[in-house]
């Protein structure tokens, strides 16, 4: 199994091979140069690996939520990559890559994980993930909520993401007893996305490429994202 991944919905940009259970990636926190880095980043993925394009079984992409323009450039590149090799595309959650990271490097065999994204207006992207297998596993809905609604959950959990720390410190002082911690500085990476894709490969989770499409959530994103742009 060959699966090229590429994560491009916050500030990090990041590409990952997985090679038959290894995962080589390329992972860097940098806003606003996705454009510049991604290419190079696959290219260095493959070729440290020495798998060329023709051997990938499928391409996985962080399909959402997230930043508009970076959902953007990883399902354009993804889709302009499947269908130039006549390969299947399989998406992730970016939510879905944030728990898996966290975990594979905390201890959490019974705690839940909630990631949390900024998703600006003061408000969070977020989802609620247990641990099934060694797969991070969405035990609720992705949405977009105000911060506070992480709060309400109920049972020990972790929850870590750029959402989480933009927000806390303005409504609680102290965590609920309920959580168990917080993880600072965790952000999706491509590395995750390819882990989870190779659980999707197994299960037959693959779309052509014309099916691709980012997850916003907030239905009205690309609306005013539009609309910023015409004030300019």
């Not at 354009?76 to 966290?102: F, N, Y």
């Not at 609720?140 to 959950?153: A, F, G």
């Not at 600072?184 to 989770?205: C, K, M, N, Y």
């Not at 052509?208 to 910023?228: G, H, I, M, S």
């Amino acid at each position: 199994m060959k699966i090229l991944a590429i994560e491009t919905a916050t500030e990090a940009c990041s590409a990952a091979l997985y090679n038959d259970g290894e995962v080589t990636h390329r992972y860097e926190i940098a806003p606003r140069k996705h454009t510049q880095l991604i290419l190079p980043m696959m290219d260095e993925v493959l070729n440290e690996s020495g798998i060329a394009k023709s051997e990938l079984d499928a391409i996985a992409f962080g399909r959402g939520p997230g930043a508009f323009t970076g959902l953007r450039i990883a399902v354009g590149i993804a889709q302009g990559l499947a269908l130039s090799l006549d390969k299947p595309l399989i998406p992730v959650s970016t939510l879905a890559a944030m728990a898996q990271q966290i975990l594979e490097t905390q201890n959490v065999t019974d705690t839940q994980m909630i990631p949390a994204i900024d998703a600006r207006m003061g408000e969070v992207y977020w989802g609620r993930y247990s641990n099934k297998d060694g797969e991070a596993v969405l035990t609720n809905e992705e949405q977009v909520s105000v911060p506070e609604l992480l709060l309400e959950q109920e049972a020990s959990s972790i929850i870590f993401g750029s959402g989480w720390e933009a927000y806390h410190a303005e409504f609680v002082a102290t965590p609920a007893d309920w959580v168990a911690g917080s993880v600072h500085d965790v952000f999706p990476s491509a590395q995750h996305i390819a882990t989870l894709a190779s659980f999707a490969w197994q299960r037959g989770e693959l779309i052509d490429a014309a099916d691709a499409e980012p997850t916003y959530l907030r239905n009205n994103v690309a609306k005013k994202k539009a609309e910023q742009g015409s004030k300019n």
